[in-house]
Nanobody, 119 residues
Framework: QVQLEESGGGVVQAGGSLRLSCAAS????????RTWFRQAPGKEREFVGG????????YNGDSVKGRFTISRDITKNTVYLQMGSLKPEDTGVYYC????????????WGQGTQVTVSS
């Protein structure tokens, strides 16, 4: 079982940037794909994007693809979500995931980190 520790959330003005981190510990075998999700109050959890074992990435929607970038540091077992040109609509709790048979079904979850984009 993989344990995930997420950090980097905070409050930022519209147009600003944030970088989220998700560090994996414990058994890291079968920890891919590494994925990101977000959830706004009163809304369903939404898939943001992910990275597979070969380094390939996928993003949910062209707007996210143009502003968000997923990367990794294999030596640190850490995946990053770089977010730029942030909008108030990006506000929510961001979660990282690991493993699973598809992009939308991770076996492990991080605790979540709050991202608030002010107008």
């Amino acid at each position: 079982q993989v344990q995930l520790e997420e950090s980097g959330g905070g409050v930022v003005q519209a147009g600003g940037s944030l970088r989220l981190s998700c560090a994996a510990s414990g058994g890291t075998f079968n920890s891919y794909p590494r994925t990101w999700f977000r959830q706004a109050p009163g809304k369903e959890r939404e898939f943001v994007g992910g990275i597979n074992w070969g380094g390939g990435t996928t993003y949910n929607g062209d707007s996210v693809k143009g502003r968000f970038t997923i990367s990794r540091d294999i030596t640190k077992n850490t995946v990053y979500l770089q977010m730029g040109s942030l909008k108030p609509e990006d506000t929510g709790v961001y979660y990282c995931g690991a493993g699973g048979s598809s992009w939308q079904s991770p076996r492990s979850w991080g605790q979540g980190t709050q991202v608030t984009v002010s107008s």
